[in-house]
Nanobody, 123 residues
Framework: QVQLVESGGGLVQAGGSLRLSCAAS????????MGWFRQAPGKEREFVAG????????YYVDSVKGRFTISRDNSKNTVFLQMDSLKPEDTAVYYC????????????????WGQGTQVTVSS
């Protein structure tokens, strides 16, 4: 079991940027697929970005392509989500997730979750 803690959320104006971090502990993430999900008020949890355990495959939901970038630093046991050109519709609680051997896209592949960090984008 890997423990995940997100940080970097906050309040930002539309067009601004935030960088979310997901610090893992308990196990190395080198063999884990990693993903970011978000959940807005009254909405279902939504896949945002993911990376396979090998780093060879990266996925984004269409609404964030060209604006968000997922990356990992295995030496620091940390995953990042760089969010640029933020829009009010990006407002949500963002969750980091991990799955052993996962490709990094399917929700069912992830079994470890962080507590979430709030991102609020004002217009």
């Amino acid at each position: 079991q890997v423990q995940l803690v997100e940080s970097g959320g906050g309040l930002v104006q539309a067009g601004g940027s935030l960088r979310l971090s997901c610090a893992a502990s308990g196990r190395s993430i080198s063999r884990y697929g990693m993903g970011w999900f978000r959940q807005a008020p009254g909405k279902e949890r939504e896949f945002v970005a993911g990376m396979s355990w090998s780093g060879s495959s990266i996925y984004y939901v269409d609404s964030v392509k060209g604006r968000f970038t997922i990356s990992r630093d295995n030496s620091k046991n940390t995953v990042f989500l760089q969010m640029d050109s933020l829009k009010p519709e990006d407002t949500a609680v963002y969750y980091c997730a991990a799955g052993l051997g996962a490709q990094g896209r399917a929700l069912a592949d992830f079994d470890s979750w962080g507590q979430g960090t709030q991102v609020t984008v004002s217009s």
